[in-house]
């Protein structure tokens, strides 16, 4: 008998952190997962925020591909500094804040220390630095660690990146009938259009000023936020954020992005006219009727029926907590960044009788044939190429950002479209009629 080759795995319930989940295969290239290269394109995309990378020169040779210049177009600085041999043992301190105390003198207006694996491994602590040296800098100071062996998925580096662009903000008077939309990706790319969940036009028709922190925002975005009344999270990536700012500034949040079924969301529209002052009543009929549809059929329907998540799904684990309450049974779960939230998700699929294996997926090409060998009705997640005799719902980054009725019609009318063709279908177009 083969032996099994998911035999190693953890099981959800056993999950903590990402520490606690396995690769699936040992084909793994870890290289481009660096989460420090997404701190890069996050700061290079916000007006105003300059960087200071830390580390070993493979570190600053790996950064140079992502890197669009040493300067951005707003005269943003993008330094790198690599640490000597006596550093290593040592400690970079001194020049570290040597290297501050020039980027402040350029005129950097806020900067943000990258720590990378070695400073990580010798301890350097940052937290004194920023604390000895900010007082006599007019750059506002922060820092992320981005250990590639503590931080394994390149995603992780977005929530973190978000937290310490926290740091710069300062207590502001509130402003009534304003919000902040949340909304953070690790792989923008730079000149593509984002697409908004229709909340925000909703909001903006009934005179609500937004204030979007996303790919084109800028550090004065951020400085201001603190005075908006209620912050929307739409991603994973900016809950902890909203937690941060709640704490601090007393800036409520409402969380969008874990709101996936028609009653969670009518839950949380419900906030948000609450928080807001707003009357949505009629704004959203249309998607919600289908919304509604779509969920009695699921129950009709998807009961039994098996899958797998693969890579590129947005918060599997509150997915598969989703699909668990049409009694859809996960395989197997590909699981890049564990949120803090998965834990509950995870207690509410074991108490469903539900606690699949997770796994992270590097051999993209070679892992999809294990899963095939699972026989899944269904898959969610990218594949290079068909593979005979398995249904994928591809691309479900289509739903990254999304929120509302409107993501639960398109989750729902793509599993409905695989199970019946074969085939992901074209892609949900929120800003055109309901579909049918």
Known sequence: ???????????LSAVRSDKNIKFLTPAVYSGGWCPMRVVCNICEEIE????????MPECTTHSRPINSG?????GELRWLYVLDEKEVIFGCRK?????????????????????TCVTDLIGEDFDSIIEEIQPELNARLSYVTMGQFKNFGSPIGTWKTAEAIGAYMQPRERIEKSANILFMEPWHTPGTRIEYPLIVGALERRGIALRSFAAGATLDDFLAAPSAALNLVTTAYT???AAQMQKRFGVPYVPLHSAFSVEEVDRAYAMIEEELGVDLSGEFDAWRDKAVELEERAHRELPGLRYALMTYVDMPVALAKYLSEFGMEPLLLDVQDFHREDALYARVLKERGFDPPVCHIMYRDRDVLLIRDLKPDICFGYISEPVEGLKVAEEMGDFFGITGYERIVGILSRIFTVLETGKTGERLDIYGPVPV
């Open 1 to 11: 008998m083969a032996a099994d080759p998911f035999r190693h795995l953890n099981r």
């Open 48 to 55: 105003g925020i300059s960087y200071l990378m830390v580390g």
């Open 70 to 74: 040493p300067t951005g177009p707003n």
């Open 95 to 115: 020049g570290v804040m040597d290297a501050l105390r020039q980027m402040d003198a350029a005129g950097a207006r806020a900067i943000m220390m990258i720590a």
């Open 239 to 241: 809950q902890p954020l």
